[in-house]
Nanobody, 116 residues
Framework: QVRLVESGGGLVQAGGSLRLSCAAS????????MGWYRQAPGKQRELVAT???????NYADSVKGRFTISKEYVKNTVYLQMNSLKPEDTAVYYCYAQSLGSQGYWGQGTQVTVSS
């Protein structure tokens, strides 16, 4: 089992920045990929960015050039630095981890609200 705990959401004006953190615990040795997804009201959950172990980082087109995903292996924590935020970035952001056996784990979510 893997437990994911997010932090760092909040309310920010358009053009501002936020940094989300996701701390993993439990069977962290089994984690292959970590990432962030988001879900806006009335919309499906969508991928924001993923960072696999030893692979290429992947970003949604809508956040390329504005968001940066990174991982601090010593702390088993993944970050999402969000710059130049737009109102359309408003959503609940979920941390995600996938094990080597392709089992997926989700955090509880953190709200990000961008005001215009």
């Amino acid at each position: 089992q893997v437990r994911l705990v997010e932090s760092g959401g909040g309310l920010v004006q358009a053009g501002g920045s936020l940094r989300l953190s996701c701390a993993a615990s439990g069977s962290i040795f089994s984690i292959n990929t970590m990432g962030w997804y988001r879900q806006a009201p009335g919309k499906q959950r969508e991928l924001v960015a993923t960072i696999p172990r030893g692979g290429s980082i992947n970003y949604a087109d809508s956040v390329k050039g504005r968001f940066t995903i990174s991982k601090e292996y010593v702390k088993n924590t993944v970050y999402l630095q969000m710059n130049s935020l737009k109102p359309e970035d408003t959503a609940v952001y979920y941390c995600y981890a996938q094990s080597l056996g392709s089992q997926g784990y989700w955090g509880q979510g953190t709200q990000v609200t961008v005001s215009s």
